[in-house]
């Protein structure tokens, strides 16, 4: 992968007196704390999955009366809310996501932060988005000069990504932060049939990952090239391995999901999910618990960037556990077991990039879990991100 051509590459994370996002590392453990342990400016900014259902509750009907007044087809808790709308059979399927910056390159971060916000539609079946708003928040406490340059870059980034999935900004939110912060509202009209209800996985099923696993490792060893943090893992991977997995990571972070989601609907996907705060498992938890039969989703493999579960081994990630944070992750789709094969094979052809079968629909409790023997392949890919 090539960077933009003349792009500044601004120290976002580790030039503290420019506050871009909180002063330590990019991404999030799933308890929602930063990754440096030592850091004495931890904060929080993904707030823990279970404490976040907990909340949510707050938010669903009331009463029976209410209930039976919602106009919500999926409501809270999955990737995108589709609603009922006042015409017949035409529905409103809308999510919105936004976060810190988290590479050192403007105009990728902004077509990040756009495949982020997207993905949750795609997740859906949902292959056209109508509208995307843009949620920005400026650092005020960066020069003038390098505010300007990194946001209108920021800001390019994340329309070439939505001219990319043929959608359009036509508004949005700015505002003046400690830290910048950057995502959007992405929604859809859609009839009957343009999305997949992400509820009917079958015992016998196969599950499908359309993005390598380890992107928040990846992200955190290519800051560190630069700080005492590195000789921490400097004997398990070199600068130029830590290179290497950070732009499979920004690749992997900026394409878009939109072609797994037409996928889906050529293979007769059961549903999906999108993998990224709370991990592969957190995700795929979530959607288990959605299923309207009894049934649990195991993990057999783990696709994961290059050299990551070494790095994992030196901060712990909880990688090897599925609950590493991912940003604009892969699908996890829910395939009958004839289409996976040819799924994965359509998407290759048509990214050019590999999709893993990493599991099983399986008779349980609606769970998910990793196998006791899962297996981690590490993927290796140099010649598509130099």
């Known amino acids: 992968m090539t960077l933009t ?37 931890e904060v929080r900014c993904k707030v823990p999955q279970q404490e976040l259902l907990q909340l949510l509750e707050e938010l669903k009907p ?67 988005c109508d509208n995307m708003l843009m949620l920005l928040a400026l650092s005020m406490e960066m020069p003038a000069d390098a505010r300007k340059v990194t946001t209108s870059l920021v800001m390019k980034g994340f329309r070439d990504a939505c001219h990319e999935a043929d959608t359009s900004v036509n508004g949005g939110q700015t505002v003046l932060n400690p830290w910048m912060i950057v995502g959007g509202v992405a929604s859809s009209v859609a009839a009957k049939g343009e999305f ?21 490792p990846a992200v955190n060893a290519h800051q560190w090239l630069h700080t005492n943090a590195f000789q921490r893992v400097q004997d398990v991977i070199t600068p130029e391995e830590a290179v290497a997995a950070y732009r499979m990571a920004m690749h992997s972070m900026a394409r878009l999901n939109r072609n797994a989601a037409k996928l889906m609907h050529e293979c007769g996907a ?23 039969e009894q049934v649990d989703f195991i993990i057999d493999s783990l696709p994961v960037i290059a050299k990551m579960p070494a790095v994992n081994s030196k901060f712990n990630f ?16 829910v395939l009958p077991p004839d289409q996976a094969e040819r799924y994965c094979a359509a998407l290759q052809e048509m990214d050019g990039i590999p999709a893993w079968t990493i599991g099983r629909v399986v008779k349980g409790n609606n769970t998910a879990s990793l196998a006791p023997d899962v297996k981690v392949e590490e993927v290796h890919t140099p010649q598509l991100f130099n």
């Not at 976060?99 to 077509?111: A, C, S």
């Not at 996985?201 to 390598?212: E, M, Q, S, Y």
């Not at 549903?271 to 498992?281: I, K, M, R």
């Not at 909880?318 to 789709?333: I, Q, Y």
């Open 318 to 333: 909880k990688l090897l556990d599925g609950f590493s944070a991912e940003t604009s992750g892969g699908l996890l789709v």
């Open 62 to 128: 009331a009463s029976a009366a209410e209930t039976a007044e919602a106009t919500s087809v999926i409501g809270i808790g999955l990737d995108s809310c589709v609603i009922k709308t006042r015409h017949k059979d035409i529905f409103l399927v809308q999510t919105t996501d936004f976060f810190y910056p988290l590479i050192d390159d403007p105009y990728i971060q902004g077509k990040i932060a756009a495949a982020n916000v997207l993905s949750d539609l795609y997740a859906m079946g949902v292959t056209q």
């Open 196 to 216: 997949i209800e992400p509820a009917h996985a079958r015992a016998g099923d196969v599950l499908v990952l359309t993005k390598p696993l380890g992107t928040q």
């Open 270 to 292: 059961r549903g999906a999910t999108d993998v990224t705060g709370f991990g592969l498992l957190g995700h795929a938890r979530n959607l288990a618990e959605a299923q309207d």
């Open 5 to 41: 051509p003349s792009v500044p590459k601004w120290p976002w994370c580790t030039r503290r007196r420019h506050r871009l996002i909180p002063p330590t590392t990019a991404l999030t453990r799933t308890s929602g704390s930063r990754t440096l342990p030592s850091s004495k400016d």
